[in-house]
């Protein structure tokens, strides 16, 4: 794994939660955090926290923890389509030639972009618009292509 200094974050969402409790109501601010190297690397983490800045703080954290590292296809494209599903979350991702740019929306642009994906056609064909699914959707399909590469020859996908 490389060194945290190398990797980008993007904060893809600030939300603020609410609880309701005996004299009141509670407040805590709830983070997504994708953090990437574009050589390859991306992870996607969760914080929350009393302010912001501890929340940001605290996604960076678990974005670390749960960084996927893949190798591209000349070092620009996935080599083969992908499709997961995630919750609600349903997309798919294509290859694409070179000079064909990042064609993806929302989150799903943001972890492509930051893992170093700078050509291939994503869509997402599910339901949801919720950008923490979304991202965890594109890491899993990113982590099943690394899974897939690391096993051994005869074994099942």
């Given at each position: ?16 939660v609410?609880?309701?409790v ?18 390859g690397c991306?992870?996607?983490?969760l ?58 929306g ?12 700078k ?12 950008k ?17 590469r ?8």
């Amino acid at each position: 794994m490389r060194k945290t200094d190398d990797f980008e974050d993007n904060v893809l969402e600030i939300r603020r939660v609410t609880r309701v409790v005996a004299g009141g109501k509670r407040f805590v601010f709830r983070t997504v955090v994708v953090l990437g190297d574009r050589m390859g690397c991306v992870g996607v983490g969760l914080g929350r926290g009393k302010d912001v800045a501890s929340a940001v703080e605290k996604g960076k954290a678990d974005a670390r923890k749960h960084v996927v590292c893949i190798s591209l296809k000349d070092k620009r494209t996935l080599p083969y389509d992908i499709e997961v599903k995630y919750g609600a979350a349903h997309l798919r991702m294509k290859p694409a030639r070179e000079g064909h740019g990042l064609i993806a929306g929302g989150a799903m642009r943001v972890v492509l972009d930051l893992a170093g994906v700078k050509d291939v056609t994503a869509k997402m064909l599910g339901t949801t618009t919720n950008k923490l699914n979304n991202a965890r959707a594109t890491l899993n399909g990113l982590k099943m292509y690394a899974d897939a590469r690391t096993q051994k020859p005869g074994t099942e996908v």
